[in-house]
């Protein structure tokens, strides 16, 4: 990476471990939601950008990870942080799991399979009395000894979250096995002949994938003290991610970073600036993604990275070559 | 004999179910796109059906089919024709799904702005409760004359797609869009009456549902959930497994409703789920 990309990098996380001193408990709060977006949008991207994979079900490894920290805390008694692990841990086992059956599916058979598999656990969750059931249940915190720096700490938990994941990738790029997803990314034909076991990469990034979200979401839901079904298992998570990431620009590692600054820009500017209530506003963030998906599909970091040569190596997919399908 | 009722009732409620995947299914089989606003569209029916029932209350509510199902041709015509075409052009996969999926957002909560998030039902006056006693089984009228509706367009959809003119340029542009083209098609005024045809199946459909069921705004997901669900377990490109997988749904979840109240969606999903494990090919299998 960049000298420059380090200084920035460096420069927000300084700014992150001293931002509980001086900021108050709201932006704090809308900081971290923020910063977990971006974790969520990368593990999203990390599957739909290089192998092809677009879910709509994402919502599920979020509410997985929500309620696997909070089991973990009432049930052990301890501190919530020491539940991540275990959240993010769930969340790769369930996509392992589900990843033989619904490997069987293509493209937006696919997505929507997942979909049905999150509802599935909705309807589940909503209905099991020990998970608390429709109305959702609070965090146990009397582990804590005081709430005060628990606020700073979660802040600094979806810092690490949205500061580490993308380095991680791009980290991740650079490997053996990230050699592998680009090439999977560019012609699946072609890189299966150069002895690229596709379906063994696209089930390493579905798990990295779902541990990942798991992980944020179960950040995010510890921060708010507070689960709900209708909340967790919320198909407006996927409507982020999957915003955030084409209208970033799919398939690089910069695009879903900018894609949430600018989800949550425009949220405040629909919300604030121009007063829309909570429907009309979604309707305006589903106009922009059909704008968006007829004038921009490969979103707006994609028209940059395109203008700078493909040295990047998440440089936006090439238009696709019907040549060797044909 | 309760329990022979409730299988029988939840076959002749897979009629409908069938409906919902044949607009899904023919969609993609023609132009390889999955119409993520597909049970918006099927919820835009009912909410079409109260407001002409509304508009004309001395007609029979069954009347109205036939506006409903004029009315989604040509959402769906313009659909097309406005946007779809557009995306369908770009070759890429994930662009088509992303402006369909815009869509559905944009058209949920367009719904519950301008209807209210509040559960209704069509009243389909008379029709809706009478019943017929047959060897013992109460059946109702209703859910009977739906299901004849829909074998009845299932037959005539196959029929126009294996006999026409427009089946035989239908099946060309699915098969090879680019010979078509050389033989005078146009494959984008193919879409258009395409997703004319699955909008004015799904509108059909959504509106004889709400005359059994309530619905709301947001019950376009769990409709949308049900079409795909069909497709899969009828099997992927098959026209009669479509008919066979609502069935297998409608019945999955009637029985389910009545093992455990307001869990009726759950079973269908495990039976997809099941379908999925052990026989992913579908019911009808794959042609290919």
Redesign the interface.
């Known amino acids: 990476m960049k000298r420059l990309s380090w200084v920035a990098v460096a420069a927000l996380a300084g700014t992150a471990l001293f931002a509980p001193r001086f900021a108050d408990g709201g932006l704090l709060r809308l900081a971290a939601e923020i910063l977990l977006a971006v974790g969520m949008a990368q593990m999203w991207n990390l599957l739909a950008g290089y192998t092809g994979l677009m879910s709509l079900g994402h919502q599920l490894f979020v509410a997985l990870g929500a309620y696997a920290l909070f089991e973990t805390t009432q049930r052990l008694g301890i501190a919530p942080w020491w539940g991540l692990p275990v959240a993010g841990l769930a969340g790769a086992a369930a996509a392992a799991l589900l990843a033989p059956v619904l490997f069987r599916l293509r493209d937006a058979y696919f997505a929507i399979g997942l979909w049905v598999f999150a509802e599935i656990g909705y309807l589940l969750v909503s209905k099991s009395s020990g998970l608390g059931g429709s109305g959702g249940r609070a965090l146990d915190v009397s582990a804590l000894e005081d709430v005060e720096s628990f606020q700073a700490i979660g802040f600094w938990i979806a810092a690490a979250i949205g500061i580490g994941m993308p380095l991680a990738v791009g980290a991740l790029m650079r490997s053996r096995l990230g050699l592998a997803l680009l090439t999977v990314r560019d012609n699946e034909l072609a890189a299966r002949s150069i002895g690229v076991d596709v379906w063994r990469v696209r089930f390493v990034a579905f798990v990295i994938s779902g541990f990942g979200c798991a992980l944020a979401g179960a950040a995010y839901y510890m921060g708010g003290m507070f689960v709900s079904p209708d909340s967790a298992f919320d198909i407006n998570w996927v409507v982020m991610m999957m915003f955030a990431t084409l209208i970033g620009g799919i398939g690089t590692i910069a695009g879903p970073v900018f894609g949430v600054l600018v989800w949550y820009a425009l949220r405040e500017l629909l919300t604030t600036v121009f007063g829309l209530q909570g429907g009309w506003y979604l309707i305006g963030m589903g106009a922009v993604a059909v704008a968006a998906s007829l004038y921009a599909p490969r979103g707006v970091w994609g028209l940059v990275a395109r203008s700078r040569g493909p040295k990047d190596v998440g440089a936006a997919r090439p238009a696709k070559s019907d040549a060797l399908e044909g | 004999m309760d329990w022979l009722a409730t299988v029988v009732n939840g076959a002749l409620l897979g009629g409908l179910y069938g409906l919902f995947g044949l607009g899904l299914a023919l969609v993609?089989g023609v132009m390889r796109?999955?119409n993520?606003a597909h049970g918006e569209f099927i919820v835009l029916g009912a909410f079409l059906g109260v407001f002409l029932v509304g508009l004309l209350p001395q007609l029979p509510p069954w009347v109205l089919v036939l506006p409903v199902a004029l009315a989604g041709y040509a959402l769906g015509w313009g659909l097309q024709a406005g946007?779809v075409n557009?995306?369908v052009r770009?070759?890429?996969?994930?662009?088509?799904?992303?402006?369909t999926?815009?869509?559905?957002?944009?058209?949920?909560?367009?719904m519950?702005?301008f209807f209210g998030a509040d559960s209704r039902a069509i009243d389909g006056g008379v029709l809706t409760t009478a019943g017929i006693d047959l060897l013992g089984l109460r059946i109702g009228l209703y859910p009977l004359l739906v299901l004849a509706l829909a074998a009845l367009l299932f037959g005539a959809l196959h029929w126009l797609l294996r006999h026409s003119e427009f089946g035989r340029v239908v099946r060309a542009v699915a098969d090879a869009p680019e010979m078509a083209r050389l033989m005078g098609v146009t494959p984008a005024r193919v879409f258009n009456r395409v997703m004319g045809l699955a909008i004015a199946f799904a509108m059909l459909a959504g509106f004889l549902l709400a005359q059994r069921t309530l619905f709301t705004p947001f019950s376009g997901?769990?409709r949308?959930?049900i079409a795909?669900?069909v497709v899969?377990i009828g099997g992927?490109g098959s026209f009669w497994g479509a008919l066979a997988g609502g069935m297998v749904l409608g019945i999955a979840q009637l029985v389910g409703q009545k093992l455990d109240s307001n869990?009726g969606?759950?079973y269908a999903?495990?039976v997809?789920?099941l379908v999925?494990?052990f026989m992913?090919k579908g019911l009808a299998g794959e042609r290919r």
């Open positions: 993609f796109v999955v993520l946007v557009r995306a770009s070759g890429n996969p994930l662009t088509p799904l992303m402006l999926f815009g869509l559905s957002v944009m058209l949920r909560n367009a519950v702005q997901v769990e949308m959930l795909f669900e899969i992927l869990a969606p759950l999903h495990l997809f789920v999925l494990l992913p």
